[in-house]
């Protein structure tokens, strides 16, 4: 079995960053066995506030953890890939109302970016409207005033 995008990506910065497992749990304050669990593809869906916490120890976004893999990452949009962005924007769109955030469109953009390919990642064709909350309430909430 072929290891997915996160694992790849995960490998690659735990090396660059000569950290190992145990270390990289302590710093992102996970609980035991959580990276090694993504690794070893025990756990596939890891939560988001999860990835946020490993990604943090590596100055990277959960966007990164998922990026560069050819095979998960489309060359083309076809139908399917055009309908999963127009989801995720009708997705980013509720909650930012329900929300009362203003943003720009680079903000938008990069959502988009980001959800779509936490999407394609996880294999879901639907935007998980959890991971969409939790993202706007994490970039931009935190920051009103």
Known sequence: MSKSLLQQNLERLIDEGRYNVVSLERKAGVTKNTVYNI???ITTKPSAEKLEAIAGVFGVSINDLYKNVPEKSPLYMNKD???LMQKSLASIIRE???LELNLTCSDVSGLIDEIFHYS???DIHEPDQRFVRWRLQEKFQKNRG
């Open 39 to 41: 690794l070893k593809g």
């Open 81 to 83: 890939y055009f309908e």
């Open 96 to 98: 930012a109302t329900k």
């Open 120 to 122: 394609i990642a996880n």
